[in-house]
T-cell receptor, first 114, second 112 residues
Framework: AQSVTQLGSHVSVSEGALVLLRCNYSSSVPPYLFWYVQYPNQGLQLLLK??????LVKGINGFEAEFKKSETSFHLTKPSAHMSDAAEYFCAVSAFTGGFKTIFGAGTRLFVKA | SAVISQKPSRDICQRGTSLTIQCQVDSQVTMMFWYRQQPGQSLTLIATANQGSEATYESGFVIDKFPISRPNLTFSTLTVSNMSPEDSSIYLCSADENTEAFFGQGTRLTVV
């Protein structure tokens, strides 16, 4: 079974500052890991994903995440926050069980201050 | 990438009634998934729908409340039965393709 823990339901940063959203996972099999973003009243958008291979994954809008197996972590970072990054971010894990059932973390709301 | 269409996009329903949500994928997929997103919360998996077999429900969800059909490899329905205000949520359909989950835009349900 898989599970995801996102540390911090709310994160606030200043515009131009580093964004760090934390995610730890649990999986009994090699996991696939994802970060999704959801803007108010909109659907989910995939930011990036890790399946196999390089552990540092780059996504859209300047975001990246690093898969650290020893720490069971998949933290999301962006060097410089922009006002438009304000949204809800979901970390998710899936593993092949006949198909890929995706389990979501509770989400982290990112606030960006001018 | 798979394109998923859901309808209706939103509805306001009376308590005690039922609503059926349709989900259409533009390609054949083995498994489809139904999620619920309650206001201000994350996505919770309701069930996994396989073609030709009964859906598999997650803990806390039962077939009588959320019956699911999966008549073919591109289509599924979720019915929210005997609705109460607590069922007010966004319901999302999902399918996986090449290890990635794709989502419909969701159905925003309000029960009054």
């Amino acid at each position: 079974a898989q599970s995801v823990t996102q540390l911090g339901s709310h994160v606030s940063v200043s515009e131009g500052a580093l964004v760090l959203l934390r995610c730890n996972y649990s999986s009994s099999v090699p996991p696939y890991l994802f970060w999704y973003v959801q803007y108010p009243n909109q659907g989910l958008q995939l930011l990036l994903k890790y399946t196999t291979g390089a552990t540092l994954v780059k996504g859209i809008n300047g975001f990246e995440a690093e898969f650290k197996k020893s720490e069971t972590s998949f933290h999301l970072t962006k060097p410089s926050a922009h006002m438009s990054d304000a949204a809800e971010y979901f970390c998710a894990v899936s593993a092949f069980t006949g198909g890929f059932k995706t389990i979501f973390g509770a989400g982290t709301r990112l606030f960006v201050k001018a | 990438s798979a394109v998923i269409s859901q309808k209706p996009s939103r509805d306001i329903c009376q308590r005690g009634t039922s609503l059926t949500i349709q989900c259409q994928v533009d390609s054949q997929v083995t498994m489809m998934f139904w999620y619920r997103q309650q206001p201000g919360q994350s996505l919770t998996l309701i069930a996994t729908a396989n073609q030709g077999s009964e859906a598999t429900y997650e803990s806390g969800f039962v077939i009588d409340k959320f019956p699911i059909s999966r008549p073919n490899l591109t289509f599924s329905t979720l019915t929210v039965s005997n609705m109460s205000p607590e069922d007010s949520s966004i319901y999302l359909c999902s399918a996986d393709e090449n290890t990635e989950a794709f989502f419909g835009q969701g159905t925003r349900l309000t029960v009054v």
